[in-house]
C-alpha cells in the first residue's frame, strides 16, 4: 500500500518553503548585508532544484495517494489546476536552472528565472485553497512584495546617493 498521504503533503509544504526562502534571500540580504545571509545566496540555485524535486514528490504522490483523476481537473478544483500551472513553472525553471541554460540563454536566462515571482503566488493560492487558509497568501505573497519594495527603494537609494 502506498504511504500516508501526508508525506506528500509535507513534502508539498517544503517545497513552498524552500521557494519563499530562496525568493525572500536576496531582498533580505540587500536589507541585512550579513556575511552569513550572503554566504547562502551561492546556494540559491541548489535550493531550487531540491524544491522542484520536492514538488515532483508532492505531485506524483498526492495523485496516487488520492487517486486524482483527470476528471478532477476538468471539473475546475481550482487548487488542482493552480498546482499544474505552477508545476509547469517549476518544470521550467528546473530544466533551466543548470549552467548548459546560462550558455545558451545568456542574456535571457535570467529573464527566464523571473518566471520564478508569479510560480511563487501560484504555488501559495495553490496551498492556500487546498488548505482552506487563504491568508497564507496575504502573509507570503504581502511580505514578499513588501521586501521587494524595501529592497528597490535601498537600491534606488544607493544608486541616488552614489550620483551625487
Do not use: C
Amino acid at each position: 500500500m502506498f504511504p500516508d498521504y501526508k508525506l506528500f503533503l509535507n513534502l508539498g509544504n517544503a517545497a513552498m518553503l524552500l521557494v519563499t526562502a530562496n525568493l525572500f534571500l536576496k531582498p533580505i540580504v540587500v536589507l541585512f548585508p550579513f556575511k552569513i545571509l550572503k554566504k547562502f545566496m551561492h546556494y540559491r540555485r541548489e535550493v531550487g532544484v531540491l524544491s522542484f524535486w520536492m514538488f515532483v514528490g508532492h505531485a506524483l504522490g498526492m495523485f496516487v495517494s488520492q487517486a486524482y483523476t483527470i476528471q478532477d481537473v476538468l471539473d475546475f478544483n481550482l487548487f488542482i489546476i493552480l498546482g499544474m500551472i505552477a508545476g509547469y513553472g517549476m518544470i521550467i525553471l528546473a530544466l533551466t536552472s543548470n549552467n548548459l541554460a546560462v550558455k545558451y540563454l545568456k542574456r535571457n536566462w535570467k529573464k527566464v528565472q523571473q518566471l520564478a515571482y508569479p510560480t511563487f503566488f501560484i504555488i501559495v493560492a495553490h496551498a492556500a485553497l487546498a488548505e482552506g487558509e487563504i491568508g497564507k497568501v496575504f502573509l507570503f505573497g504581502g511580505s514578499f512584495i513588501v521586501l521587494k519594495g524595501l529592497q528597490y527603494w535601498k537600491q534606488k537609494k544607493r544608486i541616488g546617493s552614489a550620483q551625487d
